[in-house]
């Protein structure tokens, strides 16, 4: 374990997930000198705190994981989507590999940073009142380290346990024989149904709104398939890079839908649904998430399908609505091995909370406006997270002249490329809004905003600059194609996470990049053509260098 007690470090990282390790791993190979400051005590991020029952990865090897070929080597997957035990080993295996532990302070909570103009260095404040110095700042907190837990008046008279999935214990909770209420259909929801609902006594899902849950596809892997893994991982690594989810094996089908007869389509449809995974999303048409009757001939087929799993029609019409509530995948939707046969037990009820929201608590239960008492000794409020910008905004952060960067997203987020913010010099946020974060297979993502950081700070080091940060028209530029792009998404039709509110304008506005990996790579890359275009040093000079 690193001692933050010593010298000031060239860059300070928060957060030990997948985008803290990264910038670790590109900052190492540039010769700086790092500390990661991680409130958990052990690395992985998400997947160290998530130990809910059936938590496991729904995006899938081999695109879910790290690109560094140490960290494949002598490495098995159990199975195409790996259960969370199974990940935090592979994170201990990649600390074997790379030695990310001895870099990391655990326990230690970052409450704030200020930039001081003075010393052009980042001073980082901790929660036990240690202040630590540093040239560049990372933050790599993710977009799920915040849970929102169910809230309502009369919940002080509930005398069960209520757990939220992000902060679950350890040790586990066993809902044999037990009353169980999940309230939230997400990817959590429904992987918690799924695993509990044939053990608790009864289980009442309190549901928004539908989830539009695709068969997961799950198969065990053998040897074979992870030597042939491994000897692909250098080209698999490459191709998740060319694709616009940034999954490796995921592409559109190069036409669009009415090129195709419907008998045509149905079968496509079919044989995309039958492969299991993100395929019936994200491997389809390619006016799927553009053109909107397309995007309902998909949701009908899955409607269609999913009905003919749920055999109570009161239950089937709540679950599988024949008339969709959003554009599919204007939500995430979450991959699932037999979420909706749960509803065939007598035992598993559904709830519409549009039409019966929580009424009050009782002292062993729920009771819904239609008066019916849903019992529970456990409720799991598996309500989601706070957004992603308030995710940072959580940290009192203060750029140039005391300026916090909280103030100023409370109104609106501005970003350059969804990594670096004007006024905050050399400071980085990886897996932050207006990057691809959750429009894309993440570690992708993450991945390619390793490269720019580990681009842009060598830039830095060898010419030897002021601490950079990006102009207001550049953040400008890169707002607009975020929201352009966002215009053209069925997510703007959805009340999601993929929305947030900008109070400027008094209107949603999408939270993350969602024009594919490919282009948003374009978008890094033009960085280095224009960098003086784009950057400003914190002495106001301009960054006078050919790159
Ligand atoms: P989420 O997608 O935000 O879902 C939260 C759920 O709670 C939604 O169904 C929401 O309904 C519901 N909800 C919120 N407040 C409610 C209330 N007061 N009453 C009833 N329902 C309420 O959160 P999540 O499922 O935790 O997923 C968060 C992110 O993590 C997603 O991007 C997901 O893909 C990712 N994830 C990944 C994995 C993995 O294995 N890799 C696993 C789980 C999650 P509305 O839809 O109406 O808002």
Redesign the pocket.
């Known amino acids: 374990m690193s001692n933050p007690k010593s010298t000031n470090r060239d860059a300070i990282i928060v957060g030990a997930g997948l985008s803290g390790i990264t910038a670790l791993y590109e900052l190492r190979k540039l010769g700086l000198n790092c500390i990661i400051l991680e409130k958990g005590s052990n690395i992985g991020g998400v997947w160290h705190w998530n130990c809910y029952p059936g938590?496991?990865?729904?995006?899938g090897v081999p695109s879910y994981e790290l690109p560094m070929p140490e960290c494949q080597q002598d490495w098995s997957w159990s199975s195409n989507y790996p259960e969370y035990a199974e990940i935090q080993r592979y994170f201990d295996h990649c600390d074997k590999k790379l030695g990310i532990k001895k870099h990391v302070c655990f326990g230690m909570t970052v409450t704030g940073a200020r930039f001081e103009t003075s010393t052009k260095n980042w001073a980082v404040e901790c929660n036990d009142g240690r202040l630590l110095k540093s040239k560049y700042f990372i933050v790599a907190i993710g977009l799920?380290s915040v849970g929102v837990r169910?809230t309502h008046p009369d919940i002080g008279l509930f005398e069960g346990q209520i757990y939220q999935?992000s902060t679950w214990p350890k040790d586990g909770v066993d809902p044999t024989g037990k009353h169980v209420t999940v309230?939230?259909?997400?990817?959590?929801?429904v992987?918690i149904v799924q695993e509990w609902a044939d053990k608790a006594k009864s289980m009442a899902v309190?549901q928004?709104?539908p989830?539009t849950a695709i068969p997961m596809g799950i198969r065990p892997l053998n040897e074979t398939d992870n030597t042939t893994l491994r000897a692909k991982h250098e080209v698999l690594m490459d191709k998740r890079k060319q694709t616009v989810s940034g999954l490796a094996d995921k592409e559109p089908i190069p036409r669009k839908i009415w090129e195709d007869s419907f008998d045509v389509r149905q079968a496509t449809f079919n044989n995309l649904f039958e492969q299991g995974g993100l395929h019936f999303w994200l491997s389809s048409y390619s006016n799927l998430m553009l053109d909107w009757n397309a995007n309902r001939e998909a949701y009908d087929f899955w409607a269609k399908k999913t009905r003919a799993r749920i055999a109570d029609p009161k239950k089937r019409d709540i679950l599988a609505p024949v008339e969709p509530k959003h554009p599919f995948g204007g939500?995430?939707p979450a991959l699932e091995q037999s979420y909706y046969e749960k509803f065939n037990l007598e035992s598993v009820d559904v709830v519409d909370?549009n039409i019966n929201p929580i009424d009050t608590f009782t002292r062993n239960g729920i009771i819904t406006k239609d008066k019916a008492l849903h019992p529970a000794d456990i409720i799991v409020s598996?309500?989601?997270?706070i957004s992603p910008e308030k995710i940072v905004r959580t940290l009192d952060i203060q750029g140039i002249g005391g300026t916090r960067l909280a103030d100023l997203w409370d109104q609106e987020i501005n970003t350059y490329l969804g990594i670096m913010c004007h006024g905050f010099p050399n400071m980085f946020i990886l897996d932050g809004p207006q990057s691809p974060g959750?429009m894309s297979n993440i570690p992708t993502s993450i991945e390619i905003q390793g490269e720019w950081l580990s681009k842009t700070v060598e830039i830095i080091e060898r010419r030897q600059m002021d601490p950079v940060h990006p102009s207001l028209s550049a953040m400008q530029e890169w707002r607009d194609i975020v929201e352009t792009v966002g215009r053209n998404s069925p997510a703007i039709k959805a009340?999601?996470?993929y929305m947030v509110f900008n109070k400027t304008r008094a209107e949603a506005e999408p939270v993350f990049y969602g024009g594919g990996i490919p282009a948003y790579r374009k978008q890094l890359e033009q960085t280095f053509v224009e960098w003086e275009k784009a950057f400003e040093t914190s002495g106001n000079a301009r960054a006078a260098v050919s790159v």
Not at 183 to 189: E, L, N, S
């Open positions: 938590a496991r990865m729904d995006s799920t169910i999935p309230i939230g259909t997400g990817c959590t929801g992987q309190f928004r709104t989830n939500k995430r909370v598996a309500t989601g997270f959750e009340k999601s996470r």
